[in-house]
C-alpha cells in the first residue's frame, strides 16, 4: 500500500513563505509525476503544481512567480516552495503521485494565509 506524508503547512502572514514536503513509499521507477492540489473551504479541489518524471512542471494561473515545486526522483519526495503568500492561497494542500496504476493522495495540510 502506498503511503504519502505531508509536513510543512502552517501559518504565515501575507507576503510570507513555506515550504511543503511530501514523500511517498513507492516505487520510484513506478512514478509518471508527482504534485500539489488543494481545496478552499466551499470550493473544489484545484491544481496547484505537478512535476514529471522528466521534469516539466505546470503551474496553476494564480501561482505562477510564486510557487515553484521540485522533485527529488531519488527519494520519491516533493517540495513545493511558496513565496509571496495571499491570504488566497489558504487551503488545504493535498499531495499527489500517479504512477503508471493508479493515483494516490495524502492527507493534506492546511496552509493559512492572514492578512
Known amino acids: 500500500q502506498v503511503h504519502l506524508v505531508e509536513s510543512g503547512g502552517g501559518l504565515v502572514q501575507a507576503g510570507g513563505s513555506l515550504r511543503l514536503s511530501c514523500s511517498a513509499s513507492?516505487?520510484?521507477?513506478?512514478?509518471?509525476?508527482m504534485g500539489w492540489y488543494r481545496q478552499a473551504p466551499g470550493k473544489e479541489r484545484e491544481l496547484v503544481a505537478t512535476?514529471?518524471?522528466?521534469?516539466?512542471?505546470d503551474y496553476a494561473d494564480s501561482v505562477k512567480g510564486r510557487f515553484t515545486i521540485a522533485r527529488d526522483n531519488a527519494k520519491s519526495t516533493v517540495d513545493l516552495q511558496m513565496n509571496s503568500l495571499k491570504p488566497e492561497d489558504t487551503a488545504v494542500y493535498y499531495c499527489t503521485v500517479q504512477t503508471y496504476l493508479s493515483t494516490y493522495w495524502g492527507q493534506g495540510t492546511q496552509v493559512t494565509v492572514s492578512s
Open positions: 512535476i514529471s518524471r522528466t521534469g516539466t512542471t
Open positions: 513507492v516505487n520510484i521507477y513506478s512514478i509518471k509525476s
